[in-house]
């Protein structure tokens, strides 16, 4: 029995107009209360033209026994109204649905227009999916009140069960039988900024509204709201008010739901709801009052005390289907920060894990980006690569002349020059290079940490500084016949600083040679030019 039906609301700032309240505003008949089941009566308390006539609209007045009917506003002519009768437009059911729970897009959050919703925007109107017969009209899954029970309302009726095409199509396909398509293409729930959606309302705290001069719940809006998920089955449970499935539910598919928390009115000793008054509160913005008066309207039992309690409801979300390059990829759930919390899902620790790192990033030391100066950079390697670096693919990642390591067994330098043709010798982590490169540049690395605990060190400071560090390299010609197998010993000294370097080279025809000269203080071992 519904004690809010349809009434006046009248201020108590008398300077400011009446208004209709009830919740008859949206349904479709004429005031009086339908009968159950239904009557030959109720086939004339129907509202035809709330459906089917565009412009239409209409209010609420009190007849002389001062019974509420809905009537047409003022200024429609309902003969030329029922004249331009047509099949029902997404505007005529919105006359209802929009401002479902009080306000627009306050109930489920999902109320789609040709800016939030792709079908919409291609011209789709309520009715080609919500289809109907002989006046029923087939809903959603969740309601409790289903007219057409036998009338499934699905994506996969258009789009059938393997939507996707292309070269990611399988690979998605085989999420459809667990994710529901909602999970996916409805990624946030309210996404227009101007239509808001209800996520909180507190009867206990009423608030005044200066405009209309009569009061409301408090209430917390939000836009762009993140859905929370749960496994669903199509089915409902009353209590407490939460969707049904499991992840042991072959039925059941991952689903999206717009959560909203409802502070209402318990009676303190029997712990159940209380019906208030809906006009005593909006006008007097007294819940006590109100109880009172939903008590007596309707003959429920009352211990005299009640208490506020809040409760979490949860509505689907169907509607403001994004463009599929907004949908969720798979990073937006398989990764540590992803929308789907796997292990509230059901999922074992272990099978939690491995889901919700599918498509993680790799970790922050898996990029690292070396910055040289041009001319003579001291560098180690910063990641371990995944095909390991030789002197030579070193020189090409960093476009350098020369690599130059100190060998720790020789315990002299080794030098390495594009010239020489060769691998050079191999590069490891945490030991240190100089390298020569033309011109200054950023180097990006991927790769993964070293295994034992040395680490990269990082680009010294570079300045202007003198040559430091210069590699002799060439090859052996014109060798005389007689050495065999011997073994030379090539020298380079400088003249000014009486540095020297050298090293073995074998006596054979063409061999390469290297020989650094390096300063680690950075003095000059060469003059420039």
């Known amino acids: 029995m519904s004690i809010n039906w349809l009434g006046i609301l009248q201020p108590q700032d008398a300077s400011l107009p009446a208004q209709p309240g009830g919740c008859a505003q949206c349904h ?121 029970p036998e009338v499934r309302v699905a994506c996969d009726n258009c789009h059938t069960t393997a939507p996707h095409e292309g070269e990611d199509g399988e690979r998605l396909n085989s999420h459809t039988s667990r994710v529901a398509c909602q999970t996916c293409h409805i990624p946030r729930i309210a996404r227009d900024p101007s239509l808001p959606t209800q996520m909180t309302r507190d009867y206990a705290q009423p608030v005044y509204n200066p405009s209309n001069g009569l009061y409301g719940p408090k209430v917390e809006k939000a836009a762009d709201v993140i859905p929370t998920y749960f496994w669903w089955n199509d089915h409902w449970m009353d209590t407490p008010p939460k969707p049904v499935g499991s992840i042991e539910d072959p039925e059941a598919r991952i689903t999206p739901w717009k959560p909203m928390e409802v502070t209402v009115p318990f009676d303190a000793a029997t712990h159940t709801p209380i019906y208030i008054k809906q006009g005593v509160y909006k006008i ?97 390697l910063p990641l371990k690569p995944a095909t390991p670096y030789t002197a030579k693919t070193l020189a090409e990642e960093l476009g350098a002349t020369v690599v130059i390591k100190l060998d720790p067994q020789l315990q002299r330098f080794v030098g390495y020059t594009v010239a020489q043709g060769t691998e050079g010798f191999a590069i490891e982590g945490g030991q240190g290079y100089i390298v020569n490169v033309p011109e200054a540049k950023n180097v990006v690395f991927t790769g993964t940490l070293w295994s034992d605990d040395a680490g990269a060190a990082p680009v010294a400071t570079q300045l202007e500084t003198p040559v430091w560090a210069f590699v002799v390299s060439g090859q052996l010609v014109n060798l005389p016949r007689d050495l065999g197998d011997q073994s030379l010993t090539l020298w380079v000294r400088n003249t000014s600083s009486g540095l020297v370097a050298k090293s073995p080279v074998p006596a054979v025809e063409g061999a390469s040679f290297a020989l650094v000269l390096a300063d680690l203080s950075r003095q000059a071992v060469v003059a420039e030019g």
């Not at 209010?59 to 002389?64: L, Q, S, Y």
């Not at 463009?323 to 937006?332: F, K, N, S, W």
Request: aromatic share 6%; hydrophobic share 40%; with cysteine.
């Open 284 to 380: 007097k913005g007294d819940l006590n009052a109100a109880v009172l008066a939903g008590v007596q309207a309707s003959g429920q039992d009352y211990s005299g005390a009640w208490e506020a309690v809040t409760e979490r409801m949860y509505f689907d979300a169907n509607h403001q289907v994004a463009p599929a390059a907004e949908a969720l990829t798979c990073a937006d759930c398989h990764t540590p920060e992803g929308v789907l919390s796997f292990a509230a899902l059901g999922y074992s620790a272990e099978r939690a894990a491995k889901l919700q790192t599918l498509m993680a990033p790799a970790p922050a030391e898996g990029r690292f980006t070396l910055s040289l100066a041009r001319g003579l950079n001291m560098i180690s």
């Open 28 to 148: 479709a008949g004429l005031g009086a209360r339908p009968n159950l089941p239904p009557t030959e009566a109720d086939l004339t308390n129907v509202d035809c033209l709330l459906c089917h006539s565009p412009n239409y609209r209409r209010t609420v007045m009190k007849d002389a026994e001062g019974r509420a009917h809905l009537v047409p506003a003022e200024g429609v002519d309902p003969v030329l109204a029922a004249q331009s009768a047509q099949r029902p437009t997404s505007e005529m059911c919105s006359r209802c649905h929009l401002k479902a729970a009080g306000g627009p897009n306050f109930k489920h959050g999902d109320y789609p227009t040709p800016e939030t919703d792709v079908h919409m925007a291609a011209g789709i109107v309520c009715v080609d999916c919500h289809t109907t017969q002989n006046h029923k009209i087939a809903g959603g899954g969740y309601m409790i009140a289903q007219e057409l």
